[in-house]
């Protein structure tokens, strides 16, 4: 079925150290793309997607770009803040309706 | 423009009590979504609903959990009796459905429930 896999963490980098979190899918047809960031004692929000492959999405310094030959999502930011603290999920939908989320990756930026 | 707003933003019971969760979605929004997030995981959904209609309660433990949602608009999770398994965070989101989309989910802040 439809999955997604992340790189475990916790991620620990320094002020404006660059970032890749790694994610990769298993999908049947052509999924759209998520990145969603939960800050702490808050809900998940949407952070970028991508809907098809080869389309970059982008939002607040954070890049990613839907590789439909490697299945792969990855996510990166050139120079991360101590506000970038987080945890970030990886994310899918095949139908627009149904997602699926990988199990989240801790960032702790020190300053 | 509100976004989903659940409550109670926390919850402590005892074992073996009902516990209820309240969830208001996105004015609009077709379609809503209750999740469990374990701590440390990615959330795992429990029911989805497209209106009134759940269209997806697979994974929902019919033998404790129950939900409903009221001519399409808010919604409700029940757990009764609630077990020391069921501590963790109960999110609901919201998206507007129609053909096929990527479907976007705004989720609420969730609810955290301990069972001791």
């Known amino acids: 079925g439809d999955s997604v896999t992340q790189m475990e963490g916790p991620v620990t980098l320094s002020e404006e150290a660059f970032l890749t979190i790694n994610c990769t899918y298993t999908?049947?047809?052509?999924?759209?793309l998520f990145w969603y960031v939960q800050y702490p004692g808050e809900g998940l929000q949407l952070l970028l997607k991508?809907?098809?492959?080869?389309d970059k999405g982008s939002n607040k310094g954070f890049e990613a770009t839907y590789r439909k030959e490697t299945t792969s999502f990855h996510l990166e930011k050139g120079s991360v803040q101590v506000s970038d603290s987080a945890v970030y999920f990886c994310?899918?939908?095949?139908?627009?309706?149904?997602?699926?989320f990988g199990t989240g990756t801790s960032l702790t930026v020190i300053p | 423009e509100a976004g989903v707003v659940q409550s109670p933003r926390y919850k402590i019971i005892e074992k073996k009590q009902p516990v209820a969760f309240w969830c208001n979605p996105i004015?609009?929004?077709?379609?809503l979504y209750w999740y469990r997030q374990n701590l440390g995981q990615g959330p795992e959904l429990l029911i989805r609903?497209?209106?009134?209609?759940?269209?997806?309660d697979s994974q929902l433990p019919k033998d404790r959990f129950s939900a409903e949602r009221l001519k399409g608009v808010d919604s409700t999770l029940k757990i009764q009796p609630a077990e020391l398994g069921d501590s963790a965070v109960y999110l609901c989101?919201?998206?507007?459905?129609?053909?096929?989309?990527?479907?976007?989910?705004?989720f609420g802040e969730g609810s955290r429930l301990t069972v001791l």
């Open positions: 004015s609009g929004h077709n379609t």
């Open positions: 991508a809907t098809k492959a080869d």
């Open positions: 999908a049947t047809g052509y999924p759209s």
């Open positions: 609903y497209e209106n009134e209609e759940a269209v997806d």
């Open positions: 994310a899918l939908t095949p139908t627009g309706n149904q997602f699926y």
């Open positions: 989101a919201s998206s507007l459905v129609s053909g096929r989309s990527t479907g976007e989910l705004f």
